[in-house]
């Protein structure tokens, strides 16, 4: 009998076409899951005016999404672990890619608000589900940068989305910035005919030529023979349970990550979210305010790829924290009186703290869980901090409707961003031996 261990053999493979298939697909499921993250806010100013909402109808029902993906979280997460990753990606494409676009064909409030929140589910599995498939599909040695482009795409895909509201909702109409969702279903069929299952679930299933093709598409120079038998690391062997998270020293982190989400996607999702409407408060026509939006997730972009850059010098930690205290700065600086170029470049370098945090959040978390839990610990903290990402449109809403101004509107996210900072600095080391290749092990430091 000769044991193989498979995480192993990929974690010392050479980056080849087998990994740069793995990491497309995750990439264009991540940019697509941005897209949709993004659509309703760049919309946001065009629905209110054709269904005459007011600022508290609109908070909910940009909440609906977001509760939607409160409940996805936690059931992508634990199914990813039990099914499938591929499986859940693919599932959590197909559900946004079609109720998404379907709201393009709805004028009812209620019926849009449950499409919106049908599509949340989807949405939710989606980074969590990719960041963990391309962790165990990845060589150890550029892991971390795959995994930084990956979460980075989000703001790729928030980008997107804007740009086609600068394109499209003047000459077309804000309808069409959905149907452009469908797209996605394309990367479904693509998914299912090309991408890997989780190496723990061929193990379950016992589809040893399964696992024996991805180890010859990994490392060209592998030979199998019948005697082999194929095994993971045995930290990978957890049982992935909500109770796992709290078990075995990671109690403390996983409280600590899951207020660091919480607040992330509640400064995250409250700007993205409102942004373009409270431009339009501040004077600015809907199309500037969509490029001042557009500018806020450029920001964001070279935010993550500068952040995950430094962190592999001098570790997630450090960079969170002072990401986190720049957000809380700049975000006060927004509705300053200054020149309009002064203006463009306060709203990139606020840009740089805002989506970029919850990028490198997923890296860091990564860190604290052996492969077996770790869609299950990411699904879990994405649900939690999804609390964040609905309460914050409903509350800005609600005190924009009470007469809040537009200064104290911006105000009003500092006190998360020094909440997330605490709660870094407050992190515990976690044990060494998550160091492996399906626990998305993906930088050196911390």
Same mark, same amino acid.
């Given at each position: 009998m000769n044991k193989v261990n498979v995480n192993a053999i990929i974690d010392n493979s050479k980056f080849n076409k087998f990994f740069a298939m793995v990491f497309s697909i995750c990439l264009l499921a991540v940019i697509f899951d941005g897209y =949709? *993250?993004?659509?309703?806010? $760049? $919309?946001? +100013?065009?629905? !209110?005016?054709?269904l005459a909402l007011n600022p508290t109808q609109t908070g909910f029902l940009a909440s609906t999404a977001l509760a939607g993906m409160i409940f996805g979280a936690i059931l992508f997460g634990m199914l990813a672990d039990r /099914?499938? %990753?591929?499986?859940?990606? !693919?599932?959590? *494409? #197909? /559900?946004?890619?079609?109720? $998404?676009?379907?709201?393009?064909f709805v004028s009812d409030v209620n019926a849009f608000a449950v499409l919106r929140f049908i599509a949340g589910m989807g949405m939710a599995s989606i980074s969590p589900v990719a960041t963990s498939l391309l962790s165990e599909?990845?060589?150890? #040695?550029? %892991?971390?940068?795959?995994? $930084?482009?990956?979460i980075t795409s989000i703001q790729v895909g928030q980008l997107i989305a804007t740009l086609s509201g600068v394109a499209l909702i003047e000459s077309v109409g804000w309808r069409a910035i959905y149907w452009i969702a469908f797209v996605p279903l394309l990367l479904v069929a693509i998914a299912y005919a090309l991408l890997p299952e989780s190496i723990n679930i061929y193990l379950q299933q016992e589809k040893t030529d399964k696992i024996c093709s991805i180890l010859k598409k990994s490392n060209p120079e592998f030979n199998s023979s019948e005697d082999d038998v194929y095994e993971v690391s045995a930290v990978n062997k957890t049982k992935a349970t909500l109770a796992s998270l709290f078990q075995e020293g990671r109690a403390w982190n996983t409280v600590m990550i899951w207020i660091m989400f919480f607040c992330n996607l509640y400064i995250a999702f409250g700007v993205l979210t409102w942004l373009p409407k409270l431009m339009t408060m501040m004077g600015y026509t809907l199309k500037s305010s969509l490029i001042f939006s557009a500018i806020i997730s450029l920001g964001g972009i070279v935010g993550s790829l500068a952040g995950g850059m430094i962190a592999q010098k001098i570790g997630f930690r450090k960079v969170l924290i002072a990401y986190y205290l720049a957000c809380a700065v700049m975000i006060n600086l927004v509705t300053l009186k200054m020149s309009f170029g002064l203006f463009i470049v306060v709203l990139a370098v606020t840009g740089l703290f805002i989506g970029s945090q919850q990028n490198m959040l997923y890296a860091y978390a990564s860190d604290n869980? +052996?492969?077996? /839990?770790l869609g299950t610990a990411l699904g879990w903290g994405s649900s939690f901090g999804r609390l964040g990402s609905v309460i914050a449109p409903m509350l800005i809403g609600v005190l924009m409707t009470a007469g809040l101004s537009v200064t104290s509107l911006f105000?009003?996210?500092?006190?998360? @961003?020094? @909440? &997330? #900072?605490? #709660?870094?600095?407050? !992190?515990?080391?976690?044990? &060494? &031996?998550? =160091? =492996?290749? /399906? &626990?998305g092990k993906v930088h050196p430091k911390l």
């Open positions: =949709d *993250m993004n659509v309703y806010g $760049t $919309t946001l +100013p065009s629905i !209110m005016k054709e /099914i499938g %990753r591929k499986k859940v990606l !693919m599932i959590g *494409m #197909a /559900i946004y890619a079609v109720f $998404t676009g379907l709201c393009g599909f990845s060589p150890k #040695a550029i %892991r971390g940068i795959l995994v $930084t482009l990956l869980y +052996p492969g077996s /839990i105000t009003t996210f500092t006190v998360p @961003a020094l @909440a &997330a #900072a605490i #709660a870094v600095f407050l !992190m515990k080391k976690p044990p &060494a &031996a998550y =160091d =492996d290749p /399906i &626990a």
